[in-house]
């Protein structure tokens, strides 16, 4: 139980620092108006899709299953 919760915690730990990351590298207000453009580690927009493909297969999923 303690390697799951550890598991749990480190892939919300990466994703937390992952994204603090990105909003630093981006942000005109850490880096100045004259910042040139960087790439971010994670494409938040695909992420977010993905998420919510996700999401809606296993919801859908769900209902199928306890129909039943």
């Known amino acids: ?3 799951f919760l ?3 915690l480190g892939a919300l730990l990466l ?7 990105d909003s630093m590298q981006t ?4 880096n ?5 453009t960087s790439r971010t580690i994670v494409n938040w927009d ?5 998420w919510h493909a996700l999401k809606a297969r296993a919801r859908e999923d769900w209902i199928r299953i306890s129909s039943r």
Request: net charge negative; no cysteine.
């Open 46 to 50: 695909v992420a977010a899709s993905d």
């Open 6 to 8: 550890g598991m749990i």
């Open 15 to 21: 994703v937390a620092g992952v994204y603090a990351y």
């Open 27 to 30: 942000s005109s207000v850490a």
């Open 32 to 36: 100045g108006q004259v910042a040139q």
């Open 1 to 3: 139980m303690q390697v």
